[in-house]
């Protein structure tokens, strides 16, 4: 799949725009009921995740891997298509208003996965968001 995107053309350019349908079963959510071709798999991004480094890498972890989310199941409202080069941008956003309705499925950059209650604590959860949360011990 990764050879016949057109790196050098923009994500929904008239060619890259007809792989949206071929969205890998990888990128479905079982109870997705948004837009077909759109993953809720994002990940978070702000100026103190690893996403907001140029080059990120294993260095850049300072709290470990266990302890740092890198990928994030959105709920529906939050989904994106699948190609398309957007995560969930913590800017403009809460990350606990883009929780599934009970919780969300996390990935963590040591490839484990967790369920996050949607009650979990907002600092807590800021801490395993960041590359640097002093939440080494949790």
Known sequence: MYQQFCLDEPWDSEHNITLLDKMP???EH???VGLPNHTVYVAPFYETT???KEKPGIRD???G???TI???EADDLHAVPWTKPEDLDLHELEIQ???RPTGSNVGFFDASVKFLSKNIDPDLLKALITSAGGDRNN
């Open 61 to 63: 972890i300072a709290d």
């Open 25 to 27: 079963a990888a990128f």
């Open 30 to 32: 079982p109870s997705f």
């Open 65 to 67: 891997t266990s302890n």
């Open 97 to 99: 208003d883009c929780f």
């Open 70 to 72: 890198a990928l994030f």
């Open 50 to 52: 690893v996403w907001s």
